[in-house]
């Protein structure tokens, strides 16, 4: 077999031929599903006349092929691995096919495939093509009808998009049901769902009086647990109303859970299919974090709606268009129904951790990829996570009203249509008058560009000078880069006075938190009538996606921890203090040197402890130390023992100098009226519970005596998961064990929970967890065909146990490519995601590199899924 080709977005062209109208008819069968097409297609009034029809189709076994009701010949089209050509087809004409396929062997959960006893379909980005043969591309928008047949009793619900419109039952105990969908659509945007599901029903009245039927489908155990997934959607609903002016357009609006699922939710018409990880909550079963997930990503799927659905891509190269767009708007609306500030620093430590880890390695790509071999190793942070940024830094540039002027614009002229970036960018420079030329940039170029900025204060002419470089360093293939727009927000504290001092810059005067454009390599700005010495607070609220450094000293930092106007920026100034203690102690402990606490550190927590709360959520956060893989992410060289080694001396350090004070936050948070999801019971958990952690973390005995007790009290699953956590983390294993035995046997019917006590299990930091990861993968609730399960113990313990899975034995290594090398033949997609912690090698010592990069090399030794291959070949390069 030759290598896997790439794909490259300069060879984009319009299909030779479009759908006008889909027609399709399943008979389900999980060993031999029959489907019919039938589609109208018409020459694209692009293309030339007399090309031959080329459609996509994979593992489709073809029964029948007729055109214009003429079946055809064997000379007069071809079949191959990848699809079927017609040789010779006129303008407008008809293409009937019937292909069989086997759901129940598709282990890799794209197209149509089993879960449990149910059928549903996953085809974003290229699962149509194993459904039936099509141009499986974006770009072909067509209107779809499915008749669905299956057996009445294992079978009772039968589901596709639209609207129902005819049900039935026929011979021999089988019933239909034929949905019609009126808008028209990718095929990436077909759905189908067939099984013995029950609803939760509700209604929704649009801004215009559309009534709509709004129905979560679920096993019949998870009735209990849609509520807080269908609150959410009400609330999406009406905020997309608010802020976009964007009604839903059908009269039924339904979502699925399913638990064999590659990704998080799926934004089909008018059926959305979830992960069940990602709509069903319940207080016993999810924590805090699990509801708030739930709500984001339900909005997610249904600003998709518009977002992706009624305008959508032109090809899968602009997929950070609806993507990049679509998180920017669930993250403002988690923001708006939650703690902005909290839900920012969430954002902004996952994307400084993660998405700069991407962006540095051998898989790094720019928002818009030039090519790929695998779309669907693109569903990225990069995407999905640095496309929100540039589409915030856009909104932040052109401003709020022209933003919205924009995204209508974009909206209502693109209606129906599939496009690119620029038409995205284009209206919002029509709506701004801005020229964006240079922004655009952002879309092309990789990598995180990394600021370098200085400041001087003049007393005598009362200026303030700020000087500012800029560069992106090299990242594959894209070896020189060009100076980015950046937009800078900031401020300038007062030394004395602890305020933000009125900003004036080329004697314009800019109130006192300002966005300053960088646009040169380097860059000098001049406030004048700066009355006092400042601190700059620079890129508040993360304003762009780049590392900023400045020489602040600790005094500064604890200055601004204490006085920053920016929540975002007191956090930040808070975790660079962090951050300066843990660069010595990360030293003291490589060099053999005593490790000495910084008494600045301890101070400074002091203060936060002491101090007046306003924002508890923002307060837990604070006291929230840089993560083993932040703390990584800031080192030239990781050096994982030392990293734990010294965040431990600093968290024990904190506990020790401030024990009473985390035993008194921790009490007086603690909460006894029942459990809701809102965000004053979220940010009074947090905090108890960050400073219970401060507690264990030096087994202080009566830490550990809460820990015990809200364990056992069995309130929620946030204090409850967190209590384990803990114990499981400790050396506490008489008390850990028996209770992770209890919860085990508890949970053990509730797949969801089981998750959650893999994971507690295999982050612990003890040098045998190893073996408890394989001795798990023994588990009867373990499957290497659920993608769940996969990442909550094998994806866990490589991305979040480091110390463990970078045994220097290189144990964790191998254990990792084994599951690699299995998953590739049975779920490609999810075996090439599972790779990530391999492909960072290049920032280990020399010993690691060789261990891991011999895995790399045993798993390139197989015969590999195209996605694989890409992720393999690219971090050997
Ligand atoms: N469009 C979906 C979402 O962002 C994700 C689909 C991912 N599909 C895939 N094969 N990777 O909501
Ligand atoms: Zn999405």
Not at 733 to 746: I, N, V
Request: hydrophobic share 40%.
């Amino acid at each position: 077999m030759s290598d896997p080709q790439a794909t490259h977005l300069s060879d984009y062209r319009p299909p030779a031929y479009r759908v006008i109208c889909t027609e399709l008819t399943f008979d389900l069968d999980p060993a031999a599903t029959r489907v019919k097409a039938s589609l109208h297609l018409e020459r694209h009034p692009q293309r030339e006349a007399g090309l031959p029809l080329e459609l996509d189709g994979e593992g489709l076994d073809l029964k029948v092929i007729a055109l214009d009701g003429q079946p055809l010949e064997a000379d007069e089209y071809a079949v191959s691995d990848t699809g079927l050509i017609v040789h010779r087809v006129p303008e407008r004409f008809r293409l009937e096919t019937e292909v069989e396929i086997a759901p129940q062997a598709n282990t890799a959960l794209e197209g149509l495939y089993r879960s449990g006893s149910m059928y549903c379909t996953q085809c974003e980005a290229e699962g149509f093509r194993r459904i039936t043969f099509y141009p499986d591309r974006p770009d072909v928008m067509a209107t779809f009808t499915t008749t669905v047949i299956g057996d009445a009793e294992r079978e009772p619900v039968l589901l596709s998009n639209g609207n129902p419109v005819e049900r039935g039952s026929l011979p021999n105990g089988r019933h239909f049901a034929t949905w019609e969908d009126p808008h028209p659509k990718p095929s990436y945007l077909f759905a189908l769902v067939a099984g013995d599901l029950e609803k939760v029903e509700d209604a929704f009245t649009t801004a215009s009086g559309r009534e709509v039927t709004l129905q979560i489908w679920v096993e019949e155990e998870n009735l209990g647990k849609t509520d807080h997934a269908m609150a959410s959607l009400k609330r999406a609903m009406s905020w997309d109303e608010q802020a976009y002016g964007r009604e839903y357009d059908l009269d039924l609006f339904m979502i699925v859970a399913v638990n064999d699922f590659n990704m998080g939710a799926m934004e089909n018409k008018g059926l959305n299919i979830f992960n069940s990880a990602a709509v069903l909550t319940h207080v016993h079963t999810a924590t805090d974090a699990a509801f708030q997930r739930v709500e984001s990503i339900v909005a997610h799927e249904y600003f998709h709606n518009w977002s992706g659905n009624r305008v959508t891509c032109r090809d899968w190269f602009q997929l950070s268009l609806k993507e990049g767009f679509t998180v920017y708007r669930d993250q403002c609306f988690s923001a708006d129904t939650n703690s902005p500030a909290v839900k920012r620093i969430e954002d902004v430590s996952v994307f400084r951790t993660s998405q700069f880890a991407e962006d540095a390695g051998p898989t790094a790509h720019p928002v818009r990829p030039d090519h790929y071999i695998e779309i669907g190793n693109f569903y990225t942070l990069t995407i999905y996570e640095k496309g929100a940024e540039v589409v915030r830094m856009l909104a932040n540039l052109v401003g709020k009203e022209a933003f919205r002027r924009g995204s209508d614009l974009y909206f209502d002229r693109f209606d129906g249509r599939a496009v690119t970036i620029e038409d995205f960018v284009g209206c919002m420079a029509e709506a701004s008058g801005l020229d964006l030329t240079q922004f655009m940039r952002w879309y092309s170029q990789a990598g995180t560009p990394e600021i370098d900025a200085f400041g001087e204060y003049d007393y005598a002419r009362g200026e303030y000078r700020l000087m500012l470089r800029q560069r992106t360093p090299a990242t594959p293939g894209q070896p020189d880069k060009q100076p980015l727009h950046i937009p800078i927000r900031l401020g300038l504290v007062g030394t004395k006075s602890g305020r933000d001092l009125p900003l004036t810059l080329n004697g314009e005067t800019l109130g006192s938190d300002a966005v300053i454009d960088l646009r040169e390599a380097e860059q000098e700005f001049l406030f004048t009538d700066v009355s006092e010495a400042p601190v700059p607070s620079l890129l508040r609220g993360f304003s762009a996606p780049v590392k900023l450094r400045f020489p602040y000293g600790r005094e500064d930092l604890a200055f601004l921890l204490a006085n920053d106007s920016d929540g975002f920026n007191r956090w930040d100034a808070g975790q660079r203090l962090a951050m300066l203690a843990l660069d010595d102690l990360i030293a003291a402990h490589r060099n053999g040197v005593e490790k000495v606490m910084d008494t600045r550190v301890v101070e400074a927590f002091r203060g936060l402890l002491s101090a007046e709360i306003d924002d508890r959520a923002v307060l837990a956060e604070m006291l929230t130390l840089p993560s083993e893989a932040y703390i990584a992410e800031q080192q030239p060289l990781v050096d994982v023992d030392a990293i734990h080694a010294a965040r431990t001396f600093v968290k024990q350090g904190l506990a020790t100098a401030l024990r009473d004070d985390f035993l008194r936050v921790y009490r007086e948070n603690h909460c006894d009226e029942s459990y809701a999801p809102t965000p004053e019971q979220i940010a009074g958990r947090s905090l108890k519970n960050v400073a219970l952690s401060y507690l264990v973390a030096i087994e202080d005995e009566e830490g550990i005596a809460q820990a015990m007790e809200q364990f056992e009290a069995d309130h929620n699953m946030t204090d409850v998961r967190h209590a384990l956590t803990l114990l499981t983390h400790s050396s506490r294993d008489d008390l850990s064990e028996p209770a992770l035995r209890a919860f085990g046997e508890k949970w053990a019917h509730d797949t969801l929970v089981m998750d959650q006590w893999f994971s507690i299990q295999v982050t612990r930091p003890q040098p045998d967890v190893l073996d408890r990861v394989k001795f798990l993968m023994e588990h009867p609730a373990f499957s290497l065909k659920n993608p769940n399960k996969v990442r909550a113990l094998i994806g866990t313990f490589a991305g979040q146990n480091r110390v463990n899975f970078h045994r220097i034995d290189g144990e964790g290594y191998r254990l990792l490519a084994d599951v690699v090398i299995e998953l590739n033949r049975l779920n490609p997609e999810i075996a090439a995601r599972l790779i990530t912690p391999l492909t960072r090698w290049a920032r280990f010592d020399e010993t690691r590199q060789e261990l891991m990069k011999a895995e790399l090399e045993r798993i390139r030794a197989e015969k590999l899924s195209p996605n694989v291959y890409e992720v393999v070949e690219k971090a050997l390069a």
